[in-house]
């Protein structure tokens, strides 16, 4: 299965993400981890485009074939990227489940960008205006919304095995 965690950034979808894979034993794969990874080589002259993203659908294909669940966790703004990951699926021949993670709290959410500590080596941190400024396409498919202004970290990971179980 591949589990697509996408959202804006602060809504908690590393957190999630990270606890999720550790309870099922599954594949986490973070596209900040391999954007920052790829501006860190000699041989980068930027920019990213979607670089990163691509590094990430082949790993998550590669793993997905081998029979591991992989949880895909980036901000997943655009229509054409959303669609790439559902590909991924598609060509292992396995299942996805799109999940978005929203706050709806806007204050939560800024607080939550204004005092995350830096998690990965050299990544550039995200202002609470790159949130409000980020370009982020509207869902145009059914996918599973989750609040976490509302839902903890452990009652959203209970909330995703629960649909799992049930795919």
Not at 38 to 65: K, W
Not at 137 to 152: G, K, L, S
């Amino acid at each position: 299965m591949l589990v697509i965690l996408s959202g804006l950034p602060g809504v908690g979808k590393s957190t999630v993400a990270r606890e999720l894979a550790r309870q099922i034993g599954a594949v986490h794969v973070r596209i900040d981890s391999i954007e920052q990874a790829i501006m860190d080589s000699e041989n980068f002259s930027g920019p990213m485009n979607d670089g990163g993203y691509r590094v990430g659908y082949a790993v998550a294909l590669d793993n997905l074939r081998v029979g591991r669940t992989v949880i895909a966790d980036s901000v997943n703004p655009l229509g054409v990227t959303r669609d790439a990951w559902i590909d991924v699926a598609r060509q292992a021949g396995v299942g996805a489940l799109e999940i978005e993670l929203v706050c709806t709290d806007a204050g939560e959410h800024r607080r939550r960008i204004e005092t995350r500590p830096a998690d990965t080596p050299g990544l550039k941190r995200v202002t609470w205006q790159d949130v409000l400024s980020r370009d982020y396409e509207r869902w145009t498919r059914e996918h599973i919304v989750v609040n976490t202004a509302v839902n903890d970290v452990e009652q959203t990971v209970t909330m995703i095995q629960k649909t799992l179980a049930n795919k």
